[in-house]
Protein backbone atom coordinates (compact mmCIF):
# COMPACT_ATOMS: atom_id res chain seq x y z
CA UNK A 1 0.00 0.00 0.00
CA UNK A 2 1.06 3.64 -0.81
CA UNK A 3 0.06 7.09 -1.01
CA UNK A 4 -0.14 8.88 -3.87
CA UNK A 5 -1.26 12.34 -5.45
CA UNK A 6 -4.75 12.12 -6.75
CA UNK A 7 -3.80 13.20 -10.86
CA UNK A 8 -1.33 10.28 -10.59
CA UNK A 9 -3.80 8.21 -9.32
CA UNK A 10 -5.23 6.90 -12.35
CA UNK A 11 -4.83 2.85 -13.43
CA UNK A 12 -4.27 1.82 -9.09
CA UNK A 13 -6.47 0.02 -6.76
CA UNK A 14 -8.47 1.80 -3.46
CA UNK A 15 -7.48 -0.35 -0.46
CA UNK A 16 -10.92 0.79 0.87
CA UNK A 17 -14.35 2.58 0.89
CA UNK A 18 -14.64 6.33 0.26
CA UNK A 19 -17.47 8.12 1.39
CA UNK A 20 -19.02 11.01 -0.76
CA UNK A 21 -21.32 14.07 1.19
CA UNK A 22 -23.18 16.25 -0.73
CA UNK A 23 -24.74 18.57 1.84
CA UNK A 24 -28.83 18.02 2.00
CA UNK A 25 -28.62 15.37 -1.20
CA UNK A 26 -26.62 12.51 -0.69
CA UNK A 27 -24.48 10.79 1.82
CA UNK A 28 -22.55 7.65 1.12
CA UNK A 29 -20.63 5.27 -0.54
CA UNK A 30 -19.13 7.13 -3.83
CA UNK A 31 -15.96 4.23 -4.41
CA UNK A 32 -15.55 0.82 -3.28
CA UNK A 33 -12.53 -1.07 -2.40
CA UNK A 34 -10.96 -2.08 -5.24
CA UNK A 35 -11.96 0.04 -6.88
CA UNK A 36 -9.45 0.91 -10.10
CA UNK A 37 -9.27 4.27 -10.83
CA UNK A 38 -10.20 6.09 -14.11
CA UNK A 39 -9.66 9.75 -15.73
CA UNK A 40 -13.18 10.20 -14.99
CA UNK A 41 -13.04 9.72 -11.29
CA UNK A 42 -10.51 12.41 -10.64
CA UNK A 43 -12.86 15.27 -10.55
CA UNK A 44 -14.96 13.59 -8.42
CA UNK A 45 -12.22 12.81 -6.07
CA UNK A 46 -11.07 16.09 -5.74
CA UNK A 47 -14.35 17.69 -5.13
CA UNK A 48 -14.55 15.16 -2.11
CA UNK A 49 -12.19 16.80 -0.85
CA UNK A 50 -9.37 14.07 -1.71
CA UNK A 51 -5.82 15.32 -2.49
CA UNK A 52 -4.13 11.98 -2.29
CA UNK A 53 -5.14 8.17 -2.14
CA UNK A 54 -4.15 5.26 -0.67
CA UNK A 55 -3.63 2.66 -3.14
CA UNK A 56 -1.89 -0.48 -4.60
CA UNK A 57 -0.81 -1.12 -8.08
CA UNK A 58 -2.15 -3.86 -9.59
CA UNK A 59 -0.07 -6.27 -11.33
CA UNK A 60 -1.98 -7.34 -14.53
CA UNK A 61 -0.79 -11.22 -13.61
CA UNK A 62 -3.50 -11.07 -10.73
CA UNK A 63 -7.22 -11.49 -10.18
CA UNK A 64 -9.31 -8.98 -8.47
CA UNK A 65 -11.42 -10.65 -5.47
CA UNK A 66 -14.76 -9.87 -7.43
CA UNK A 67 -13.77 -11.65 -10.62
CA UNK A 68 -11.93 -14.51 -8.35
CA UNK A 69 -14.55 -14.88 -6.21
CA UNK A 70 -17.25 -15.48 -10.13
CA UNK A 71 -14.96 -18.11 -11.31
CA UNK A 72 -14.63 -19.95 -8.16
CA UNK A 73 -18.46 -19.96 -7.53
CA UNK A 74 -19.30 -20.87 -11.27
CA UNK A 75 -16.67 -23.63 -10.96
CA UNK A 76 -17.67 -25.08 -7.92
CA UNK A 77 -22.03 -24.96 -8.84
CA UNK A 78 -22.89 -27.80 -10.19
CA UNK A 79 -26.84 -28.20 -11.06
CA UNK A 80 -29.50 -26.34 -9.44
CA UNK A 81 -27.55 -23.62 -8.33
CA UNK A 82 -27.88 -19.71 -8.55
CA UNK A 83 -25.42 -16.80 -7.73
CA UNK A 84 -25.69 -13.21 -6.58
CA UNK A 85 -23.48 -11.02 -8.08
CA UNK A 86 -19.96 -10.39 -6.74
CA UNK A 87 -20.15 -8.14 -3.79
CA UNK A 88 -16.82 -6.51 -1.97
CA UNK A 89 -15.24 -9.88 -3.31
CA UNK A 90 -17.66 -11.94 -1.89
CA UNK A 91 -20.55 -14.29 -3.75
CA UNK A 92 -23.63 -15.94 -2.33
CA UNK A 93 -25.37 -19.56 -3.77
CA UNK A 94 -28.98 -20.42 -3.86
CA UNK A 95 -31.00 -23.05 -4.33
CA UNK A 96 -32.62 -22.59 -7.80
CA UNK A 97 -35.24 -25.28 -6.66
CA UNK A 98 -36.38 -27.29 -4.19
CA UNK A 99 -34.29 -30.49 -3.81
CA UNK A 100 -31.78 -32.28 -1.80
CA UNK A 101 -28.67 -30.79 -1.21
CA UNK A 102 -25.35 -32.26 -1.88
CA UNK A 103 -22.12 -31.20 -0.53
CA UNK A 104 -18.77 -33.05 -1.99
CA UNK A 105 -16.84 -32.48 1.40
CA UNK A 106 -13.87 -34.00 0.14
CA UNK A 107 -13.85 -31.89 -2.99
CA UNK A 108 -14.44 -29.03 -0.66
CA UNK A 109 -11.27 -29.52 1.83
CA UNK A 110 -8.95 -30.02 -1.10
CA UNK A 111 -10.18 -26.40 -2.60
CA UNK A 112 -9.29 -24.77 1.29
CA UNK A 113 -6.05 -26.15 0.95
CA UNK A 114 -5.14 -23.16 -0.83
CA UNK A 115 -5.27 -20.33 2.31
CA UNK A 116 -6.54 -17.77 -0.25
CA UNK A 117 -10.01 -19.09 -1.00
CA UNK A 118 -12.77 -19.29 1.28
CA UNK A 119 -15.52 -21.36 0.67
CA UNK A 120 -18.60 -21.75 3.31
CA UNK A 121 -21.81 -23.66 3.12
CA UNK A 122 -24.57 -25.17 5.42
CA UNK A 123 -24.76 -29.23 5.72
CA UNK A 124 -25.72 -31.46 2.47
CA UNK A 125 -28.10 -34.45 2.35
CA UNK A 126 -31.14 -31.73 3.28
CA UNK A 127 -33.82 -30.51 0.94
CA UNK A 128 -33.92 -26.92 0.90
CA UNK A 129 -36.61 -24.40 -0.92
CA UNK A 130 -36.03 -22.29 -3.67
CA UNK A 131 -34.66 -19.43 -2.97
CA UNK A 132 -32.73 -21.11 0.26
CA UNK A 133 -28.95 -19.41 0.75
CA UNK A 134 -26.56 -22.20 0.69
CA UNK A 135 -22.97 -20.81 0.73
CA UNK A 136 -20.91 -17.77 0.28
CA UNK A 137 -17.45 -18.17 -1.23
CA UNK A 138 -14.38 -14.92 -1.68
CA UNK A 139 -10.75 -14.95 -2.06
CA UNK A 140 -9.47 -13.49 1.15
CA UNK A 141 -6.90 -10.83 -0.78
CA UNK A 142 -7.92 -7.92 -2.41
CA UNK A 143 -6.14 -9.77 -5.93
CA UNK A 144 -5.13 -12.95 -6.06
CA UNK A 145 -2.36 -14.56 -8.43
CA UNK A 146 -4.08 -16.29 -11.49
CA UNK A 147 -2.37 -19.97 -10.59
CA UNK A 148 -4.67 -19.42 -7.69
CA UNK A 149 -7.62 -19.15 -9.48
CA UNK A 150 -6.87 -21.81 -12.22
CA UNK A 151 -6.10 -24.39 -9.14
CA UNK A 152 -9.51 -23.95 -7.95
CA UNK A 153 -10.92 -24.75 -11.37
CA UNK A 154 -9.35 -27.97 -11.55
CA UNK A 155 -10.06 -28.81 -8.20
CA UNK A 156 -14.03 -28.66 -9.21
CA UNK A 157 -13.71 -29.55 -12.65
CA UNK A 158 -13.33 -33.40 -11.11
CA UNK A 159 -16.10 -33.05 -9.20
CA UNK A 160 -19.18 -30.19 -8.37
CA UNK A 161 -18.97 -29.12 -4.96
CA UNK A 162 -22.42 -28.19 -4.69
CA UNK A 163 -25.41 -28.71 -6.15
CA UNK A 164 -29.55 -29.42 -5.66
CA UNK A 165 -30.62 -32.52 -6.79
CA UNK A 166 -34.58 -33.31 -8.00
CA UNK A 167 -36.47 -35.62 -6.48
CA UNK A 168 -37.86 -38.39 -8.35
CA UNK A 169 -41.78 -39.01 -7.64
CA UNK A 170 -41.49 -43.04 -7.11
CA UNK A 171 -44.98 -45.01 -6.36
CA UNK A 172 -44.28 -45.99 -2.88
CA UNK A 173 -45.65 -49.05 -1.19
CA UNK A 174 -47.01 -49.39 2.31
CA UNK A 175 -47.37 -52.45 4.38
CA UNK A 176 -48.59 -51.82 7.98
CA UNK A 177 -48.49 -53.94 10.54
CA UNK A 178 -49.21 -55.16 13.43
CA UNK A 179 -52.11 -57.31 15.09
CA UNK A 180 -54.01 -55.02 16.73
CA UNK A 181 -54.43 -52.81 13.42
CA UNK A 182 -54.83 -56.02 11.70
CA UNK A 183 -57.47 -57.13 13.53
CA UNK A 184 -59.00 -53.38 13.45
CA UNK A 185 -58.90 -52.91 17.31
CA UNK A 186 -57.24 -49.43 16.84
CA UNK A 187 -57.28 -47.78 13.60
CA UNK A 188 -54.16 -47.02 12.03
CA UNK A 189 -52.38 -44.08 12.46
CA UNK A 190 -49.23 -44.19 10.71
CA UNK A 191 -50.44 -44.99 6.57
CA UNK A 192 -51.59 -41.22 6.83
CA UNK A 193 -48.65 -39.73 8.14
CA UNK A 194 -46.52 -41.43 5.17
CA UNK A 195 -49.28 -40.43 2.52
CA UNK A 196 -48.58 -37.14 3.50
CA UNK A 197 -44.65 -37.45 3.59
CA UNK A 198 -44.44 -38.57 0.45
CA UNK A 199 -47.03 -36.13 -1.25
CA UNK A 200 -44.80 -33.42 0.61
CA UNK A 201 -42.03 -35.01 -1.46
CA UNK A 202 -43.43 -34.94 -4.62
CA UNK A 203 -44.24 -39.08 -4.65
CA UNK A 204 -47.31 -40.74 -4.52
CA UNK A 205 -48.11 -44.41 -2.24
CA UNK A 206 -50.07 -46.63 -4.63
CA UNK A 207 -51.40 -49.14 -2.20
CA UNK A 208 -51.04 -49.61 1.59
CA UNK A 209 -51.43 -53.44 2.80
CA UNK A 210 -51.85 -54.63 6.25
CA UNK A 211 -50.49 -57.42 7.69
CA UNK A 212 -50.66 -59.27 11.28
CA UNK A 213 -47.63 -59.75 13.36
CA UNK A 214 -46.48 -62.74 11.07
CA UNK A 215 -42.99 -62.74 9.43
CA UNK A 216 -44.80 -64.61 6.23
CA UNK A 217 -47.61 -62.40 5.70
CA UNK A 218 -45.75 -59.35 5.91
CA UNK A 219 -43.20 -61.12 3.38
CA UNK A 220 -45.63 -61.78 0.76
CA UNK A 221 -47.01 -58.38 0.95
CA UNK A 222 -43.64 -57.05 0.29
CA UNK A 223 -43.58 -59.52 -3.05
CA UNK A 224 -47.34 -58.36 -3.44
CA UNK A 225 -46.17 -54.55 -3.88
CA UNK A 226 -43.62 -55.18 -5.82
CA UNK A 227 -45.17 -57.16 -8.53
CA UNK A 228 -47.45 -53.86 -8.12
CA UNK A 229 -44.22 -51.90 -9.39
CA UNK A 230 -43.35 -50.18 -6.18
CA UNK A 231 -40.26 -48.69 -6.61
CA UNK A 232 -39.90 -47.57 -2.77
CA UNK A 233 -41.60 -50.69 -0.08
CA UNK A 234 -41.88 -49.21 3.53
CA UNK A 235 -42.87 -51.50 5.92
CA UNK A 236 -44.44 -49.72 9.45
CA UNK A 237 -44.74 -51.05 13.12
CA UNK A 238 -42.83 -53.86 14.34
CA UNK A 239 -39.30 -53.04 14.42
CA UNK A 240 -38.13 -52.94 17.94
CA UNK A 241 -36.69 -55.58 19.64
CA UNK A 242 -39.60 -57.38 21.12
CA UNK A 243 -40.10 -61.12 20.27
CA UNK A 244 -43.38 -60.49 18.98
CA UNK A 245 -41.93 -57.93 16.18
CA UNK A 246 -41.50 -59.58 12.95
CA UNK A 247 -41.03 -56.69 10.35
CA UNK A 248 -37.26 -57.43 9.92
CA UNK A 249 -37.74 -61.00 9.66
CA UNK A 250 -40.74 -60.67 7.09
CA UNK A 251 -38.23 -58.26 5.24
CA UNK A 252 -35.23 -60.67 5.08
CA UNK A 253 -37.86 -63.47 4.37
CA UNK A 254 -39.22 -60.93 1.12
CA UNK A 255 -35.63 -61.27 -0.02
CA UNK A 256 -34.07 -58.20 1.07
CA UNK A 257 -30.74 -58.10 1.19
CA UNK A 258 -29.69 -56.08 4.74
CA UNK A 259 -27.98 -53.00 4.47
CA UNK A 260 -28.31 -52.09 8.59
CA UNK A 261 -30.88 -53.01 10.87
CA UNK A 262 -30.45 -49.69 13.62
CA UNK A 263 -29.07 -46.41 13.23
CA UNK A 264 -26.89 -44.22 15.19
CA UNK A 265 -29.87 -41.47 14.74
CA UNK A 266 -32.23 -40.20 17.47
CA UNK A 267 -35.31 -40.44 17.00
CA UNK A 268 -34.93 -43.25 14.23
CA UNK A 269 -32.64 -45.91 16.07
CA UNK A 270 -34.73 -49.06 15.11
CA UNK A 271 -34.32 -48.24 11.17
CA UNK A 272 -33.52 -50.77 8.66
CA UNK A 273 -32.83 -50.45 5.27
CA UNK A 274 -32.55 -53.35 2.70
CA UNK A 275 -32.97 -54.24 -0.89
CA UNK A 276 -34.51 -56.39 -3.03
CA UNK A 277 -32.79 -56.04 -6.64
CA UNK A 278 -32.53 -52.67 -6.28
CA UNK A 279 -35.68 -51.69 -4.73
CA UNK A 280 -35.27 -50.04 -1.39
CA UNK A 281 -37.44 -51.74 1.72
CA UNK A 282 -37.51 -49.60 4.90
CA UNK A 283 -38.56 -50.62 7.98
CA UNK A 284 -39.55 -47.66 9.72
CA UNK A 285 -39.70 -47.09 13.45
CA UNK A 286 -42.65 -45.26 15.46
CA UNK A 287 -40.86 -42.01 15.52
CA UNK A 288 -41.46 -41.25 12.06
CA UNK A 289 -45.12 -41.32 13.11
CA UNK A 290 -45.23 -38.34 15.31
CA UNK A 291 -41.51 -36.89 15.16
CA UNK A 292 -41.34 -33.76 13.14
CA UNK A 293 -37.83 -34.28 11.87
CA UNK A 294 -36.35 -38.77 12.18
CA UNK A 295 -34.56 -40.80 10.40
CA UNK A 296 -37.31 -40.66 7.57
CA UNK A 297 -35.99 -36.88 6.50
CA UNK A 298 -32.76 -37.77 6.44
CA UNK A 299 -32.85 -40.88 4.27
CA UNK A 300 -35.74 -40.56 2.06
CA UNK A 301 -35.09 -37.40 -0.03
CA UNK A 302 -31.80 -39.25 -1.11
CA UNK A 303 -33.61 -42.35 -2.14
CA UNK A 304 -36.16 -40.31 -4.24
CA UNK A 305 -32.96 -38.60 -5.64
CA UNK A 306 -32.11 -42.00 -6.76
CA UNK A 307 -28.75 -42.99 -4.29
CA UNK A 308 -28.05 -46.25 -3.46
CA UNK A 309 -27.21 -45.85 0.60
CA UNK A 310 -24.71 -47.92 2.03
CA UNK A 311 -24.01 -48.88 5.52
CA UNK A 312 -21.25 -46.28 5.77
CA UNK A 313 -23.96 -43.50 5.02
CA UNK A 314 -25.86 -44.61 7.25
CA UNK A 315 -22.84 -44.84 10.00
CA UNK A 316 -21.92 -41.48 9.68
CA UNK A 317 -25.20 -40.09 10.31
CA UNK A 318 -24.22 -40.20 14.48
CA UNK A 319 -22.77 -36.78 14.35
CA UNK A 320 -25.46 -34.53 14.03
CA UNK A 321 -28.11 -36.48 13.80
CA UNK A 322 -29.73 -36.41 17.21
CA UNK A 323 -32.80 -34.21 16.60
Not at 52 to 70: F, G, P, R
Not at 171 to 187: D, L, N, W
Amino acid sequence: MKEINVEKAVGTVLVHDMTQIIPGEYKGPRFKKGHVVTEEDIPVLLSMGKKSLYVIEKDDKDVHENDAALRIAKAASGQGITMSQPSEGKIELFAEYDGLLKIDTEQLSELLEQDEIMLASIHGNRMVKAGDKLAGTRVIPLFVAEDVVKQAETVCSKRKIIEVKKLSSLKIGIVTTGSEVYSGTIQDKFGPVLFKKFEALGSIVVKQMFSDDNSQMISECIKELLKEGAEIVCVTGGMSVDPDDKTPAGIREAGGQIITYGAPVLPGAMFMLAYIGEIPVVGLPGCVMYSRVSIFDLIIPRLLAGEKITRKDIKVLAQGACV
